[in-house]
């Protein structure tokens, strides 16, 4: 049936036997042979999200597999050569805060780094690069092929072998491995399903529609009936990627250069530089549409079925007919973007087309610089299902399938950073499932990722959800500089993910800080001296003496390289270590913000210890709730009070009476507990006491998070 939002959802069908698989073909009577192989951990899906799961999980130390439909397109960048930009350059530092892959392998595959947002502050600078899609490709398949504990084999999977749910945990059933094309089964502890557009995936050009999750590439057909008929809320969204056009067809020279950063900004804490000389990065060149263009589009938009379709497409990420559309009688911005440092190919960043072939031609040819390009390949839209993200837990494990996780584009996201952060946590989480350890939950006070995945599992998503700086309450502490701080300790102690070396590396710098930051608040003088130390910085006479070093940093004009200048002894060992330097520097400028906000975050930090349990019957709860506050907690099934808190149309009302009802609860189950045992269980178990701190809540107060 059709349910709010767009999504479908059909009824689950009745629990099997232990042994026995749903929903499938007569392929599945053989599926518990003792013959076929098992692993702790299968992963469906070779892209963004698929990649780092597997290498997470592997790292963690479980025997991990990775079923792809060819290996060969492992890495493979299916829509624009970048990587990172602002709020998805924050993603790329944690992922590889917590070991991921993408940082390392964009240090050793672009052509063409910056630094977006520079004219504000660190703490929302976005990191980005062009890639060398080959290099990237050739580099990735080479990290995975020879990681420990992962085997990659090429193979779809058509079906998931199911059993009874374990008692103590939500689920109607558990997964315990797949079945794959050939009839074949591959047992496993937990699965990973990374599919990105390929789910049910159709690709269309103008009134022409084909299977296919990639150009080229099939679909996932069983897979994705089998998760509807296991009851999973089904979506549908669209994406779309533009023509590709030849580099020596292309007129340059009346076009806006746009130039790369020199020296480049690595993205991985373990790169002291990327792999490129600076001189030797390639530009970026900017066009833009003409009113030629839009006439052509507005008087074919009869040819096209791609933007006639009521599926969600990416807001920030639109067709060129999306835009000419929305925003009439403007020009639209065209960056011209290398693929390789080889290559022939342009990416035309902003031209995003699904017209037939011969009319994406005449839109080209309008374009200034562009009117001789030769077009490669013609832009296509895809169309793929997606499962409501509402269904999964924080560690991104599913509710209604035990073990089952997934990760990427399949949750409701777009953009490879989104996939990879996802995947990391997936894969990090569908390990410790594995070992019987809890999870491995980023909040979103600790991270990106936290904000993104809370976002999804909280709130849903209708349209392909992208990370942007203005989702992040907590900016100032979040910032890129710092995510090593923030996760690679976590990573290491609690999941096991993080490398020796990476998380010695960690370690020191932790400690270099802490150092530093002594060092400086330390070294006090008179505003006076040090208006003679260092006349070019121009400071107020009628600020209080003695001023530390460390609050001189925080002028515009200071950094480590001018205070060791001035006062050699002892900061000149503090400036020799530019990395160090330049954190230190950052630490100062966000220090009276980082305090500020400090209250902020332990408030929500506490609201998320309060943790609700996972078969909370709403609608049986004796609270002062409505019927329309019970749906939506019943629909979205948030996790802890915190995230009750960011659920729209959830009052401040219905909050404190549920907080209100958890406490009592908690009051009594601890009555309980402390009389003598009597052999019989009460009800109130369903509310464990590891579930609550041991905090008074009696002067808590409650405010709906900002999103």
């Known amino acids: 049936m059709l349910l709010r939002s767009g999504w479908r959802r059909l009824a689950l069908t009745p629990a099997l036997r232990p042994g026995h698989r749903r929903a499938g073909s007569e392929v599945g009577a053989a599926a518990a042979t003792a013959t076929s192989p098992r692993y702790e951990v299968v992963v469906i899906g070779g892209g963004h999200a698929g990649t780092e799961a597997a290498a997470a999980a592997a790292r963690g130390g479980a025997r991990t597999l990775l079923l792809t439909h060819r290996i060969g397109t492992i890495g ?35 052509v063409h780094y910056k630094v977006l947002n520079r004219g504000k502050g660190p703490a929302v600078w976005g990191l980005r690069a062009q890639i060398d899609r080959g290099r990237y490709k050739e580099t990735m398949q080479k990290e995975i092929l020879n990681t420990p504990l992962l085997t990659v084999r090429e193979a779809s999977v058509e079906d998931l072998l199911l059993t009874e749910p ?63 008929k296991l009851g999973f809320a089904v979506g549908r969204l669209k994406t779309g990627t533009p023509p590709r056009l030849a580099k020596d067809t292309i007129d340059f020279s009346g076009l806006e250069e746009r130039t790369a950063d020199n020296p480049p900004v690595p993205f991985s804490f373990l790169s002291e530089a990327v792999w490129i000389k600076p001189e030797d990065q390639l530009s970026c ?96 839209g895809v169309q793929y299902d997606f499962l409501d993200p509402r269904q999964l837990t924080a560690s991104l494990e599913s509710r209604l399938v035990q073990r089952l ?50 976002d999804l599992t909280t709130l849903g998503t209708s349209e392909p959800y992208r990370m942007f700086t203005s989702r992040v309450e907590f900016r100032m502490s979040l910032r890129p500089d710092n995510a090593d701080a923030r996760l690679t300790h976590r990573g290491f102690e609690e999941a096991g993910c993080v490398s020796q070396h990476r998380y010695e590396q960690a370690v020191k710098m932790r400690a270099a800080l ?15 001296k040090w208006s003679q130390l260092i006349p070019e910085i121009p400071f107020s006479s009628s600020r209080r003496s003695p001023v530390s070093a460390f609050d001189i940093l925080q ?33 100062a400028a966000y220090e009276w913000c980082v305090v500020n906000q400090q209250q902020e975050i332990e408030e929500v930090r506490r609201d998320e210890a309060l943790r609700l349990p996972e078969d909370l019957d709403y609608f049986a709860i004796d609270a002062s709730l409505s019927t329309e506050v019970r749906e939506k907690l019943d629909s979205n099934r948030p996790q802890t009070i915190g995230a009750v808190s960011r659920i729209p149309g959830i009052t401040p009302a219905a909050i404190v009476n549920l907080l209100r009802f958890v406490k009592t609860n908690h009051q009594k189950t601890e009555k309980l507990k402390a009389l003598p045992p009597t052999g019989k269980v009460t009800g109130e178990e369903v509310f464990r006491e590891s579930n609550f701190p041991k905090t008074d809540f009696s002067q808590s107060t409650f405010v709906k998070t900002p999103l």
């Open 76 to 110: 493979e960048m299916s829509c624009n050569p970048s990587f990172g930009g602002i709020g998805k350059g924050h993603l790329m530092r944690e992922v590889d805060a917590l070991d991921g892959l993408c940082g390392r392998l964009c240090d050793r595959s672009g």
């Open 285 to 380: 060149y900017l066009t833009h549409t003409t009113l030629k263009a839009q006439q052509i589009i507005h008087d074919n938009l009869h040819l096209n079925n791609h933007i006639r379709e009521t599926t969600r497409g990416p807001r920030y990420c639109p067709s060129l007919e999306s835009k000419v559309l929305r925003f009439p009688n403007r020009q639209h911005q065209v960056w011209l973007e290398p693929e390789g440092l080889e290559s022939n190919v342009i990416y035309p960043q902003g031209m995003s087309m699904t017209l037939p072939p011969e009319l994406q031609e005449q839109v080209i040819k309008s374009v200034p610089g562009l009117e001789k390009a030769k077009m490669l390949q013609p832009g296509y």
């Open 166 to 228: 374990e008692p103590g945990h939500p689920g109607k059933c558990q997964v315990t491995g797949v079945i794959l094309g050939d009839g074949s089964t591959v047992h496993a502890e937990s699965v990973i399903l990374t599919t990105g557009t390929f789910l049910r995936g159709m690709v269309l050009i103008g009134l022409e529609m084909h299977p296919a999750g990639r150009l080229g590439d099939q679909p996932a057909i069983g897979l994705a009936q089998t998760l509807e």
């Open 514 to 528: 802490e150092d530093g930051i002594a060092t400086l608040k330390s070294l006090q003088f008179s505003i006076s």
């Open 405 to 454: 996780f997934f990760a990427g584009q399949i949750n409701g996201t777009t953009g490879y950073e989104e996939a990879a952060a996802q995947g990391v946590i997936a894969g990090i989480n569908a390990c410790l499932r594995v070992h019987g350890k809890p999870p491995f939950i980023v909040s979103r006070t600790e991270g990106y990722i936290g904000v993104l995945i809370d």
């Open 555 to 587: 002028h515009p004009e200071a950094n480590m390289e001018v205070l060791a200048r001035a006062v050699p002894e002892p900061l000149g060992r503090l400036a020799q270590w530019r990395e160090l330097a330049e954190r230190l520097k950052i630490e």
